[in-house]
């Protein structure tokens, strides 16, 4: 005990100055009832402490013992208390000699314990231990995963990752075009396949005609404005080119003639349309859509103002009830197409709305992807309006294409820009990337496209490029040539005027 | 006749008691650990013991691991350090515990001084004895799977717990940890045996399905 008492004082220090303090009625007040009350205790002090080191302190600042004086008391037992706790822990009780008021505290200490470890349901003295080292992992487990026959245990890890080994895509183009002259601009609607495999491209201001089956390459026509969008009718007999001018041109492309134009008012130029029937809506950069019926003089049946930002993407629904258009403004509509008013406004898009996919089987699911600043994909269930689904891609979207793999099902394509200009494919239920390809072009994609076979997606980009990727490998051709058939029957039927 | 000499052949003195009851502890752990399909049933061999097939892990890694424990375990309980062993069955997705096996050790003091020739044979059990009430141990907590909950094969991981002395000597591999005890659970406990010097209760405790 008398080693630790021995060591404090020595030290000249601030712990020196603090003991000092109980030091003072010796020196000063010896004669006071402080001292005569509680003499062992000071004896002990005094047979411990150097008092010369502290009679020097007192006299550098005498006004330290007036302040400190009350302190007197309270500090011998608590060293009392605290040097126990250090030399032994087992026997917490204060030497004999120690004031009443420490062997109450140390017994009600032992009391304390004890009722909390009998709270706690623990014998005191008992300690609770675990084996640390972990399990080994069991060798067959693995093994079994791998033969995939016994991969019930861990299906529901192993079984997203791997589909993503086997779903592979090649990262190099299947072929490249060169598209001189190509606008680099995100808000046109340039490039089109349509569902006889003809691609339609515009280049300034010409449109050519790319047969993908033969690979022939054909000049459609030169216009007097700048072409701003592209689009086949859903039977792929008819090409309507939106112009800079605001003006629709139809051609018939069994004969590579221009059947009529159609004017707008709005004067400014069209950057997206899409075909229902014999309906061509139309979106102006004014953020009006125009509804045009072919088949009449008078072809404007209907203008909806609700954007206020420049229309770049159009699209109908497979059934024609519904479609849904995105603007600059950040806002993407749902419209029913009997009406004049949109079914939904949805403003959870940050920046412009280009990218529009409506799901080929699940009617109500459209998918929307935002611009540069917002990268996002979102999913919509357009009979309630909800959102379904979001999937964050890191990237400018300026296309989405449903598609389908066997390892996941419903899958999504979308082509991005900045910054690594790739094609990324994602599953829908797993809300996972399964796919991608980086630096698909030099440049940012501006448009995809999807062959009608559903496997090829042709991109093109401000680089001036027009590649196709292989992304889907499942091809839904026995449907697709259906549809096809359905629609040549219709283009019988169908006739413009 | 010789009320001295036959009996203690076949007694069990202090040391062979925690013989037996490390050695119940191994196949307990190893039963559990198949049973509870911890481990595939690929990972096991049957062996003869306690007059049941028992079920005894081959694969080396978890021969070597149940081993290591089994030893310092041997060690507490000859020493008399250890009050409870537990088998604590954990999700490795989430790390609840869903399944607690909770081995309650006691030590019984042999009332040897006071009846030392006419009853010993009811006070002095023998190895026959002990092994029935472990077989039947053994048989419950193979029973046991009908009515816990059904754990996949291989979502699950288990960890050894003991309720130490506060003295007893512990290698650097055991911590101290909580009890991991489950809320709510509910607990069935098992038949339980003793040996002349150690009594062993076996309790299960485990989550409802259905929460």
């Known amino acids: ?497 | 006749m010789s009320p001295d000499s036959a009996p203690t052949r076949s007694n069990v003195a202090l040391r062979g008691s925690s013989q037996i009851v490390s050695e119940f502890f191994e196949y307990s752990i190893n039963s559990i650990l198949y049973q509870r399909g911890i481990y595939p049933p690929e990972d096991f061999q049957i062996v003869k013991k306690y007059g049941l097939n028992m079920l005894i892990t081959n694969d080396e890694d978890i021969k070597a691991y149940v081993r290591k424990i089994m030893n310092q375990l041997h060690r507490w309980v000859s020493h008399d350090k250890i009050s409870k062993l537990i088998v604590a069955i954990i999700s490795k997705d989430s790390g609840d515990v869903v399944e607690r096996w909770q081995f309650d050790l006691e030590i019984s003091t042999p009332k040897e001084s006071e009846d030392k020739g006419t009853s010993t044979i009811p006070l002095q059990k023998t190895k026959e004895d002990i092994q029935k009430e472990i077989q039947a141990i053994i048989r419950q907590i193979t029973a046991s799977v009908t009515f816990l909950p059904t754990l996949e094969t291989g979502d699950y991981t288990f960890n050894v717990l003991v309720y130490a002395d506060a003295n007893a000597k512990v290698p650097s591999e055991w911590i101290d940890s909580d009890s991991k005890e489950i809320q709510n659970g509910e607990k069935v406990k098992f038949k339980s045996f003793s040996t002349n010097s150690h009594k062993v209760d076996t309790l299960v405790s485990y989550k409802l399905n259905n929460e």
């Open chain 1, 1 to 497: 005990m008398t080693s630790v008492f021995d060591s404090p004082p020595r030290l000249s220090s601030n712990p020196s100055r603090t003991n000092l303090s109980y030091q003072s009625p010796i020196r000063e007040k010896s004669n006071s009832t402080l001292s005569l009350t509680s003499p062992t205790r000071l004896n002990v002090v005094h047979s411990d402490w150097d008092n010369s080191t502290i009679h020097n302190n007192l006299k550098k600042n005498p006004s330290f013992t007036s302040n400190n004086l009350t302190k007197t008391d309270r500090f011998i037992p608590s060293r009392y208390s605290s040097s126990n706790n250090r030399v032994s822990q087992n026997d917490s009780l204060p030497p004999p000699n120690a004031s009443p008021s420490a062997h109450i505290k140390a017994r009600s200490q032992i009391i304390y314990k004890q009722s909390v470890a009998d709270a706690c349901g623990l014998e005191v003295g008992q300690r609770i231990l675990q084996y640390q080292p972990l399990p080994p992992q069991s060798k067959h487990c693995v093994q079994l995963n791998q033969n995939s026959q016994f991969n019930k245990n861990s299906r529901s890890v192993k079984s997203t990752i791997d589909p993503i080994r086997s779903r592979k895509i090649s990262s190099n183009p299947e072929r490249v075009l060169d598209a001189p002259g190509f606008i680099d601009d995100f808000y046109l609607n340039l490039i089109t396949w349509s569902s006889d495999n003809y691609l339609a491209i515009a280049l300034d201001n010409s449109c050519y005609i790319w047969n993908a089956s033969s690979g022939e390459v054909a000049l459609l026509t030169e216009c007097d404005f700048g072409i701003s969008s592209v689009r086949w009718s859903e039977d792929s007999s008819y090409l309507s080119i939106g112009k800079d001018d605001g003006s629709i041109e139809i051609w018939d492309i069994e004969t590579s003639s221009k059947l009529r134009t159609m004017k707008t008012q709005a004067g400014i130029r069209i950057g997206a349309q899409s075909w229902s029937n014999h309906l061509v809506s139309a979106g102006a950069k004014s953020g009006e859509i125009f509804i045009n019926d072919v088949r009449i003089k008078n072809h404007i049946t209907d203008v909806l103002k609700n954007h206020v930002g420049e229309i770049c993407g159009l699209e109908y629904r497979k059934d024609g009830s519904q479609f849904a258009s995105g603007s600059n403004d950040n806002t993407v509509c749902i419209w029913d197409s009997r009406s004049s008013i949109p079914q939904f406004t949805k403003t959870t898009h940050t920046a412009a709305v280009k990218a529009l996919a409506w799901h080929p089987e699940m009617n109500s699911l459209l998918a929307t992807g935002g611009g540069s600043s917002d990268k996002q994909i979102h999913f919509w269930n357009t009979t309630t309006g909800a959102r379904v689904n979001t999937i964050y891609t890191g990237s400018q979207i300026s296309s989405l294409h449903w598609g389908s793999s066997t390892s996941f099902g419903n899958e999504i394509v979308a082509t991005g820009g900045y910054p690594n200009n790739c094609i990324s494919v994602y599953s829908y239920d797993y809300k996972i990337k399964v796919a991608e390809i980086e630096n698909a072009h030099d440049s940012r994609i501006i448009s995809g496209n999807i062959s009608p076979d559903g496997s090829i997606l042709a991109t093109v980009g401000g680089d001036e490029n027009l590649k196709f990727f292989k992304v889907f490998n499942n091809t839904k051709k026995l449907e697709q040539s259906s549809t096809i058939a359905n629609g040549k029957n219709m283009s019988k039927i169908m006739t413009i005027r």
